[in-house]
C-alpha cells in the first residue's frame, strides 16, 4: 500500500528555516501529484502547496506564497518543502498528501488518496 513518511520537522526560532521531505513508497510515484496540508492546534487541517508529476506546476495557499516551496525528485520518490521565514502561526503538523495518479494537484482534501503521519514543526517567538 501506499506510505508517505514525512521527517525534516522540529523546533525553530521565528525567522528561521526548515526542509520537509516526504519519502513515498507503493505508488508510481512519478505519476502521483503530490501536496502538503498542515494542521494548527485547534484548527482544521489546510492546504499548504502542491505540484504536478514532473514538478512543472505548483500551487500554493496565498497566505503562503514567496515564504514556502515544493519540489520534488523523481528519481528518490521524494517530496520537498522548503520554509521560510517561519512564523510563530506557522507552527502545525505538516502532513504529506498523495494525489490519484494522473489526477489534478491535491490542492482540496477530496484530492488526495493518502495522507502521511505527519511531522511536527513548531515555531518559537
Known amino acids: 500500500q501506499v506510505q508517505l513518511v514525512e521527517s525534516g520537522g522540529g523546533l525553530v526560532q521565528a525567522g528561521g528555516s526548515l526542509r520537509l521531505s516526504c519519502a513515498a513508497s507503493?505508488?508510481?510515484?512519478?505519476?502521483?501529484?503530490m501536496g502538503w496540508f498542515r494542521q494548527a492546534p485547534g484548527k482544521e487541517r489546510a492546504f499548504v502547496a502542491a505540484?504536478?508529476?514532473?514538478?512543472?506546476?505548483?500551487d500554493y495557499a496565498d497566505s503562503l506564497k514567496g515564504r514556502f516551496t515544493i519540489s520534488r525528485d523523481n528519481a528518490k520518490n521524494t517530496v520537498y518543502l522548503q520554509m521560510n521565514i517561519l512564523q510563530p502561526e506557522d507552527t502545525a503538523v505538516y502532513y504529506c498528501?498523495?494525489?490519484?495518479?494522473?489526477?489534478?494537484?491535491?490542492?482540496?482534501?477530496?484530492?488526495?488518496?493518502?495522507r502521511g503521519q505527519g511531522t511536527q514543526v513548531t515555531v518559537s517567538s
Open positions: 498528501v498523495a494525489g490519484r495518479p494522473l489526477g489534478p494537484m491535491p490542492s482540496r482534501e477530496l484530492l488526495y488518496i493518502s
Open positions: 505540484i504536478s508529476r514532473s514538478g512543472n506546476y505548483t
Open positions: 507503493g505508488l508510481t510515484f512519478s505519476s502521483s501529484p
